[in-house]
């Protein structure tokens, strides 16, 4: 089984700064996409970045120029830094990734169980 772990998460002022982060660990052959999505009060959840196992970066409009989305292929790891946080960031973030198990051919989605992000004006 893959399990997906999140931390970083916390509380900050707008114009402040988190990194989170995101570990795969389990019976792993491969990794092909991770991405981080989120779910604001009352809101569904977004896309926020994703990454390919290739490097190919991908953002929302409303993060773009203020979030970067990195990964550690080694580590079975993603990363989100967020910088210049808004009250609107506010949310749990979740990440997810696609993932070939050692005994798999397929590629299955696996997600985290979130950890919330608090921007206070």
């Known amino acids: 089984q893959v399990q997906l772990v999140e931390s970083g998460g916390g509380s900050v002022q707008t114009g402040g700064s988190l990194r989170l982060s995101c570990a795969a660990s389990g019976s792993i052959f491969s990794i092909n996409n991770m991405g981080w999505y989120r779910q604001g009060p009352g809101k569904q959840r977004e896309l926020v970045a994703l990454?390919?196992?290739?490097?190919?970066?991908n953002y929302a409009d409303s993060v773009k120029g203020r979030f970067t989305i990195s990964r550690d292929n080694a580590k079975n790891t993603v990363y989100l830094q967020m910088s210049s946080l808004k009250p609107e960031d506010t949310a749990v973030y979740y990440c997810?990734?696609?993932?070939?198990?050692?005994?798999?051919?397929?590629?299955?989605?696996?997600w985290g169980l979130g950890t919330q992000v608090t921007v206070s004006s």
């Open positions: 997810n990734a696609d993932v070939r198990g050692d005994y798999s051919r397929n590629y299955y989605r696996y």
């Open positions: 990454i390919t196992s290739g490097g190919s970066t």
